[in-house]
């Protein structure tokens, strides 16, 4: 039973450029959160998918957006890079998005490195 | 706003001795609360969960957790550490009556067990 993964592991951003990043779920789950991870930080919350749309939403501006495909796994994007967005993302899945019972699970993570 | 705190950002101990991270959380509602460990070079796993139920929850590697909602605490607890258990451990709460399924994580306490 494969974990959640994510893709790339590493990857290193020029200022101003644009970023795609991948995850797929654990197999039977629909749910995709993204987190952001900046070093020596608790991860931060930054939107979740279900059923494709982007159902809610942290505290980030709008160069950052995603995207669910039908089989469930999620691309998060990042335009005009600045220093700042240099962290771990991380993907966690879950099953199911307005329950009573909401765990989730952690991909490695991405390091985004922007210079 | 909703928050979490880890007052303890890094903890040193020694072999065999006895632990408690501390965790707490601003908001008088409905929580779901966990307790995710990141061992150096690998992604956050999940240690334990408390949703609902007995307020002593017990998880992977003989860690524990007691949910005392006057106190708005969810503390970790484990007898006697070994060295394996150096780690980072985040406190994480879904604050349920929000709406929003998304983790709030502590800033983390890091924790070095010395042999």
């Known amino acids: 039973d494969a974990g959640v993964t ?19 779920p654990k197999s039977g789950h629909d749910t995709v959160s993204w987190y952001q991870q900046a070093l020596g930080q608790g991860p931060q919350f930054i939107f979740q998918y279900y059923e494709e749309e982007e159902r809610q939403r942290g505290n980030f501006p709008d160069r950052f957006s995603g995207h669910q495909f039908p089989n469930y796994s999620s691309e998060l994007n990042v335009n005009a890079l600045l220093l700042g967005d240099s962290a771990l ?12 019972i909401f765990e989730q699970y952690f991909g490695p993570g991405t390091r985004l490195t922007v210079t | 706003a909703q928050s979490v705190s880890q007052h303890n950002h890094h903890v040193i101990l020694s072999e065999a ?11 008088g509602g409905t929580v779901n609360l966990f307790w995710y460990v ?20 017990k998880g992977i590697k003989g860690f524990e957790a007691e949910f ?11 007898p006697s550490v070994q060295w394996s258990d150096t780690a980072e451990y985040f406190c994480a709460v879904i604050f349920m009556d929000t709406g929003r399924r998304a983790l709030t994580f502590g800033s983390g306490t890091r924790l070095q067990v010395q042999p």
């Open chain 1, 89 to 100: 993302y991380l993907c966690a899945s879950s099953l199911g998005a307005g329950g009573k």
């Open chain 1, 6 to 24: 994510q893709s790339p592991t590493h990857l290193i951003k020029t200022r101003g450029q644009q970023v795609t990043l991948r995850c797929s």
């Open chain 2, 38 to 57: 990141q061992y150096p070079g690998q992604h956050l796993q999940l240690l334990l969960k408390y949703f609902s139920g007995d307020p002593l929850v």
């Open chain 2, 17 to 27: 001795a006895s632990l408690e991270l501390g965790c707490n959380y601003s908001y």
């Open chain 2, 68 to 78: 005392i909602k006057s106190k708005f605490s969810f503390n970790l607890r484990k």
